[in-house]
């Protein structure tokens, strides 16, 4: 037996044989050297151990092994040096480096927590775009300076930061010369700035990154690969887990990190609202952590709702759902570490979690979370993983073709779909419906109408409609709207057409005050119910 037969402990792990584990965890505690290459597959093993532990005993040997595979990784990170450096990169482990270009407020937000560890590659300095933004940023004698002499713009960063950190250094000259948030992000995001971060204790690296204390849940079973959606979806409602602000802030961090070791951002995660995030146990350990955008980041209709999902405190599963009355466009992405788990499971309880907290009856999937664009959708077959669930493709043709090939499929187990036809299937939308309850109107729909009307109307004043939503809603004349709120008002006046009560008026204001400037998830939730109702009259 090798040093670690990963696929072999994989499979220990997901059929739930504790001795096999054991003696291969032994056998890892005893090795005392390791090549670097060989280790980033044995620490996804134990993360995945860590996430499915069959017992007590095997979880505080997993976790013992996780610590003795970083200081064999430390060990053959100094015994072989810069090449083990540069095949680890973008590993997320201990002592290895990340480099690639984020957003503004991930950039910053990395730069002012983690000065030391964080560094400025790069900057994409074209002649498209370069020389215009720096006039902007310097007085015309700095950039006249730069133009005649030769060197590069990292260079004369460094140059003008003048012993200051130089990213810090461009991200307080950007703040101070462009004080529109947008523009600077959009400026910011043109210059295509290249970072490193050299992950270490401080930082966190994967190995670390945990979701609040929480009892573990032991697989003692295999792990559960077949369900009833119908049968997960109607359990009893799901606990709300307490969060303090620190918990919240732990959490923030814990996502952002997850991500950005891996390369990846989503703007849940970049813009998250801390302050309303939401935990909800869905059991077997694992649990959902919703996470609304700041209000200056919303959608102005729909509601884009992130999560993160945590199994037994591993950050598991990432993504978010877009959100509008009894419906959301919803998929499921989870870490490599973690595939070949209960990924069936996980997106029940998913599903579960979002029914049931925004009151919704349909769910879609985008054409690119089955592979449109995503070759990596394409390669696992994840147009199978929902069409197993009960997800359909929206388009008639396309859902008789993987009737057909879904039967063959069953009828001759040596049948392997082919990439063709998977990229054709991809080409829609997926759709599964818990009720045979109407769906809510189509945002793109209403977007599309108000397009229409602003068109028809333009150059005219809001105010005569601006006027007629405060009346509806009980503003007083001297009150203000919110601005998302005020832009939606030609819709919503004939949406909220008759007269409201009083108590509608105070409940529909408090609703829609939330939409645009306080409890996102809240107002997402009472809309849903609102609508319902409507539906209902």
Known sequence: MSVFPVADFRKAVQFAQPELQVAVLNNLLACTSLPAAHIPAIHDALLFALAYPSSKSNYKLTSKALEHTTTLLAKALKKEGKKALQQLEGSGLNGTLIQTAFGWDLTKWLSNTFPEQ???ESIDWNATHGMDILNLLVPRIEHDRFLTQSQTIEHWVETLAGGLHPLNFLIDLLEKRIPDPALREYLFQLLD????????????????????????????KPLQKQLSLEDELAKKELK??????????????????QLMTLGRETDPVAYADTKQFRMYDCGRGFRVLLIPMRPEKRLPLESFIGYMGFKNRQPIAYGGAWVYG??????????????????????????RCYKQVFGLEHFLVDPYQLGKGNEEGIKSGAFWFYYRLGFRPQEAELRQLADESFARMQADKNYTCPTKLLRKLAGSQMALSCSAVDWAEEPMEIAVALSKWFSKNRGMEMKEPLRELKEK????????????????????????????????????????EAKFIGDEIEFASEWSKWLARKRKD
């Open 326 to 351: 009894n419906r959301a466009r919803i998929g499921l992405n989870v870490f490599e570490a973690y595939r070949g788990g209960e990924s069936v499971w996980l997106f029940s309880a998913l599903m």
């Open 193 to 220: 700035i290249r970072i490193s971060v050299k992950l270490n204790t401080q930082t966190g690296s994967r190995s670390t990154f945990r979701s609040p204390e929480q009892s573990i849940f032991m697989h003692s």
């Open 240 to 257: 709300r887990i307490a969060l303090s602000a620190q918990e919240q802030e732990e959490l923030f961090s814990a996502c952002r990190m």
């Open 118 to 120: 964080v560094k400025l």
């Open 473 to 512: 809603l009980g503003y007083s004349s001297r009150q203000a709207v919110p601005t998302g709120l005020a832009a939606l008002a030609p819709w919503l006046n004939e949406k909220l057409s008759g007269r409201l009560s009083k108590t509608e008026q105070s409940k529909l204001k408090a609703m829609f």
